[in-house]
């Protein structure tokens, strides 16, 4: 079974860091790019950062905070967020994609269930 399960949400202080882990399963992704994006209530599916599994090529919405990561041998990507603020609270979702372009949500084939990261100010 192809799937992606994220982990490592959870209640944290601003300024604090968190590091949230993306498992990959079920097929080789070493043409894909896997991607960080998040969801508030209410609001659109936002876009964090992605990766190319092969190349390790980043993509960063906010390159001073975020950090993306992959070990392939764990199958794992990974996400290092730090000095949190109370608006990066959502559900963290990983996703892959085939095309290339590491942005849209639109573009990302496979989706894992969401980890709830939530910053108290």
């Known amino acids: 079974q192809v799937q992606l399960v994220e982990s490592g949400g959870g209640l944290v202080q601003a300024g604090d860091s968190l590091r949230l882990a993306c498992a990959a399963s079920?097929?080789?992704?070493?043409?894909?790019?896997i991607g960080w994006f998040r969801q508030a209530p209410g609001q659109e599916r936002m876009f964090v950062a992605a990766?190319?599994?092969?190349?390790?090529t980043t993509w960063y919405s906010d390159s001073d905070r975020f950090r993306i990561t992959r070990d392939k041998v764990d199958n794992t990507v990974w996400l290092q967020m730090n000095n949190l603020k109370p608006e990066d609270t959502a559900v963290y979702y990983c996703?892959?994609?085939?095309?290339?372009?590491?942005?849209?949500?639109?573009?990302?084939?496979?989706w894992g269930q969401g980890t709830q990261v939530t910053v108290s100010s």
């Open positions: 996703g892959a994609q085939l095309k290339g372009v590491a942005s849209d949500p639109n573009d990302y084939d496979l």
């Open positions: 079920g097929r080789s992704f070493r043409t894909y790019v």
């Open positions: 990766i190319t599994w092969s190349g390790g």
